[in-house]
């Protein structure tokens, strides 16, 4: 079968070259014929003017303020897009946050019944790997602003004396 291949965009800030000639995940690909078009009509109005008496040029400042607002309107779509995608990204990390809780709150409610060692053994077990999983999740989602490496040596050590041997 087809397979979605999924691709992480990055950013770096120190490299601009390689932001704008990006293929993947860029809008540039699609720019460069109008671009192209665009200087090509640059250079035929300069050289019509230049060598001809054909006069395409305007002596008005409109396009300039028109360019303007065109600009700060792209500056504050594009903000809000971004603000929008970070609040629906913050409300589903919100949810996890409020599922895992609810989660643990379960496990401890529907099993409090039960007060032997091994289940007071599960229930700190269970809440420990939903802790876990949260830390984890943070980590995968803050990777590309921390970089670092060997994360996962932090949280899956296994101490047999400290926490026994249930396994």
Not at 87 to 110: D, I, P
């Amino acid at each position: 079968g087809s397979y979605y291949r999924v691709h992480r965009v990055s950013y770096t800030a120190q490299n601009h070259v390689q932001v704008l000639f990006r293929t993947y995940a860029s809008a540039f690909p699609q720019v460069v014929p109008f671009v192209c078009a665009n200087v090509l009509w640059t250079l035929c109005v300069f050289y019509m003017k230049r060598l001809t008496f054909i006069d395409l040029t305007f002596d008005s400042s409109v396009g300039h303020s028109f360019m303007g607002l065109l600009v700060s309107f792209l500056i504050v779509s594009r903000t809000q897009i971004s603000y929008a995608r970070f609040m629906e990204y913050r409300r589903h990390l919100a949810a996890s946050y409020q599922a895992c809780r609810e989660l643990a709150q379960y496990t401890t409610v529907y099993t409090f019944q039960t007060q032997t060692e091994d289940a007071a053994w599960w229930r700190q077990e269970v809440c420990f790997r939903i802790i876990l999983l949260l830390r984890v999740t943070m980590d995968a989602l803050l990777w590309s602003s921390t970089e670092r490496e060997k994360w996962e040596d932090e949280y899956f050590k296994f101490n047999r004396e400290q926490d026994g041997d249930k396994e």
